[in-house]
């Protein structure tokens, strides 16, 4: 898969994660998917409304107990509903996630994996002392792994 998104956006996703750090950051991207090309025509910042407790008591890692919004997100379910609607409005569809993770690198965590869906670009932006250093975008392949999208088109979409 390709995802075509311009600077811009990318911009927004920076300015986000700097902003919020040293929490993580997330949002959703709108767009149109043809073929293997995943075009982001909007990026909508959302709140991370991360709770620990939302896991439950049966947690197969005790250790998530202890994880907060410096090192896990959630985007409340009303947001993407919202973003849906908002999409059906403009003809476009939910097209990935994006989030930050502080302190360390752009690469999916196994929580990221496990709650990843196959459909989905994953932007994940690396926030190292308050500054973005890096961007990759990840899609889960058929076999429930992570793949770094191939190209990361910096398109000036009108």
């Given amino acids: 898969m390709t995802i075509a998104i311009s600077q811009d956006q ?3 996703i920076v300015d986000r994660a700097e902003n919020i750090y040293p929490e993580e950051c997330c949002g959703i991207l709108l767009g149109t998917i043809s073929g ?3 075009t982001v025509v909007e990026v909508i910042p959302t709140a991370n409304v991360w709770v620990k407790s939302e896991l439950g008591d049966d947690l197969a890692d005790p250790t998530e107990i202890s994880r907060t919004k410096t090192s896990r997100y959630t ?6 509903f919202q973003a849906t609607k908002r999409g059906r409005y403009l003809e476009l569809e939910i097209v990935g996630f994006f989030h930050s993770h502080p302190d360390n690198p752009a690469v999916p965590s196994i929580c990221d994996r496990d ?3 196959h459909v989905y670009s994953y932007p994940i932006v690396s926030v190292m002392q308050g500054k973005v250093n890096d961007f990759k975008s990840w899609v889960l392949d058929d076999l429930g792994i992570f793949q770094q999208e191939e190209e990361i088109s910096f398109l000036k979409l009108p």
């Fill in 36 to 38: 293997s090309l995943k």
């Fill in 75 to 80: 985007i409340d379910p009303q947001d993407i």
């Fill in 10 to 12: 990318i911009q927004i």
């Fill in 115 to 117: 709650l990843a869906w």
